[in-house]
Nanobody, 119 residues
Framework: QVQLVESGGGLVQAGGSLRLSCAAS????????MGWFRQAPGEEREPVAA????????WYSDSVKGRFTISRDDDANTLNLDMNNLKLEDTAAYSC????????????WGQGTQVTVSS
């Protein structure tokens, strides 16, 4: 099993920045892909960014490309999301997720951290 705990959410003005972090514990050696998802009230959960083990491959949704940066430190078992130029539509609960090596889906999820962008 893997446990994921997010931190770093909060209230920020539009145009501002925040860094989200996700600490992984447990069977972290089994984790391959990690990612961030978000869910706004009344909306479906959507993927935001993902990163392979070692950081060699990254993916971003079109809505955050150029503003958000995903990174991970496999030695420290942490995943980060640097969010810049935040917009009102970025307001959501953000969750980190992890997929085991060879898995076709994200197997583990954190509880989430709220990001609220105000005008």
């Amino acid at each position: 099993q893997v446990q994921l705990v997010e931190s770093g959410g909060g209230l920020v003005q539009a145009g501002g920045s925040l860094r989200l972090s996700c600490a992984a514990s447990g069977r972290t050696f089994s984790i391959a892909l990690m990612g961030w998802f978000r869910q706004a009230p009344g909306e479906e959960r959507e993927p935001v960014a993902a990163i392979s083990r070692g950081g060699g491959r990254v993916w971003y949704s079109d809505s955050v490309k150029g503003r958000f940066t995903i990174s991970r430190d496999d030695d420290a078992n942490t995943l980060n999301l640097d969010m810049n130029n935040l917009k009102l539509e970025d307001t959501a609960a953000y969750s980190c997720a992890a997929a085991e090596n060879g898995s076709a889906k994200f197997d583990y999820w954190g509880q989430g951290t709220q990001v609220t962008v105000s005008s």
